[in-house]
C-alpha cells in the first residue's frame, strides 16, 4: 500500500468526524515520497480538536514520524502508531516559570528526575525545558540561575542519553517578558553549562520575530541546536506563500549543516487542518 492509498484506507475507516475525512480525503492526491532529508514531526496542540489517534494516522500516512510535545500518558499512543515524540514534556511548570526562577529549582529537579528515566525507558532523546519569565533578573543572572538548577538535571540526562532542550520563544507578540528570547542568549547558557545533553529549540516563527536573519544564524549555532518548529510570520498560520519566510530556503540551509534531527510543524491552521498540515510537509521535504 503506497501513502495515497493509506490515506484514503484511514479515511475510509475513521469514525466519528466526518470533518476529518473529508481532510483526510482532500490530501490523499497531493502527498508525493518524501526525500528523507528532513525528519517530520508535528505539534499535537495545534490540532486540539483532532483526537490524538486520529492524528497519529493521518501523520503516519503523511510520512511524519513524531508527534511533539506530548506528555508522558500519551508516549505510548504514538508508539503504538510506531511514531515517537521527538521533544517530550517532563514537567507540567508553566513555561513563564523556568529555570531562571530558584524558588522551583527543588520541583524542577524533582520532575525532571522522576520522568527522564521514563523518557529515556520509552526511547525518547529529548525533552523540552523553558528559562521562565525574566520577573526582574537580569540576562546574566538568569544565566546564573538557569546553570545553577540545570546542572544536576544534567547529570540525569547524561545518565540516560536523554538531550534536555530549551525552547527560545519570542517576547515581542507571543509570551512578553520570556528570558530565554535571543539565541545568543541561549547560546551563553549552553557555554556556560558545556554539556552535549544541553542544546536549544529553534523555533524559526519565534526567532524571526525577535532578531531575523534566519538562515545565518542556524549556520552559525547549528551546534547547539537539537530541534526545529515552524510557523508562518506574520500570524502563526500556515507557512505558505502568505507569510513572509522562505520555508524552502530554510530547510535546505538545515539540510546542508548536516543536522539530522527534527523539524516540527507549529503553526495553527486557518484552514482544513490535516490538509495544510500535509501542505506544509511538501514545503518543508527539500
Known amino acids: 500500500m503506497n501513502r495515497n492509498q493509506a490515506l484514503r484506507s484511514i ?16 490530501m490523499a492526491d497531493q502527498m508525493p515520497t518524501l526525500k528523507g532529508n528532513i525528519r517530520h514531526s508535528v505539534c499535537q496542540w495545534c490540532y486540539g480538536d483532532i483526537p490524538l489517534e486520529k492524528l497519529c494516522e493521518a501523520a503516519k500516512a503523511m510520512g511524519i514520524a513524531s508527534i511533539d510535545l506530548l506528555g508522558k500518558k500519551q508516549w505510548s499512543v504514538a508508539a503504538s502508531y510506531g511514531l515517537t515524540c521527538a521533544m517530550a514534556y517532563a514537567s507540567d511548570t508553566p513555561l513563564n516559570r523556568g529555570f531562571n526562577d530558584p524558588s522551583i529549582h527543588a520541583k524542577l529537579l524533582k520532575d525532571y528526575s522522576d520522568n527522564i528515566p521514563l523518557a529515556a525507558e520509552a526511547g525518547l532523546k529529548n525533552v523540552i525545558c523553558f528559562s521562565g519569565n525574566t520577573n526582574g533578573i537580569s540576562s546574566e543572572a538568569g544565566i546564573e540561575n538557569c546553570a545553577k538548577g540545570l546542572e544536576p538535571v544534567l547529570k540525569i540526562a547524561a545518565r540516560y542519553g536523554v538531550t534536555v532542550t530549551m525552547e527560545l520563544l519570542n517576547s515581542k507578540v507571543d509570551h512578553k517578558d520570556y528570558q530565554c528570547d535571543h539565541t545568543e542568549w541561549g547560546v551563553k547558557l549552553c557555554e556556560k553549562l558545556g554539556s552535549e545533553n544541553f542544546k536549544l529549540l529553534y523555533d524559526i516563527y519565534h526567532m524571526q520575530i525577535m532578531e531575523g536573519d534566519v538562515i545565518a544564524t542556524i549556520r552559525k549555532h547549528i551546534k547547539y541546536i537539537s530541534h526545529f518548529h515552524t510557523g508562518g510570520v506574520p500570524g502563526r498560520n500556515e507557512i505558505d506563500e502568505t507569510q513572509e519566510l522562505n520555508y524552502p530556503a530554510i530547510m535546505q540551509a538545515i539540510v546542508q549543516t548536516g543536522y539530522k534531527g527534527f523539524v516540527a510543524q507549529e503553526f495553527i491552521p486557518k484552514r482544513d487542518k490535516l490538509t495544510s498540515l500535509a501542505q506544509s510537509i511538501k514545503i518543508c521535504d527539500v
Open 11 to 26: 479515511a475510509a475507516g475513521l469514525a466519528g468526524s466526518t470533518l476529518i475525512d473529508q481532510e483526510l480525503k482532500a
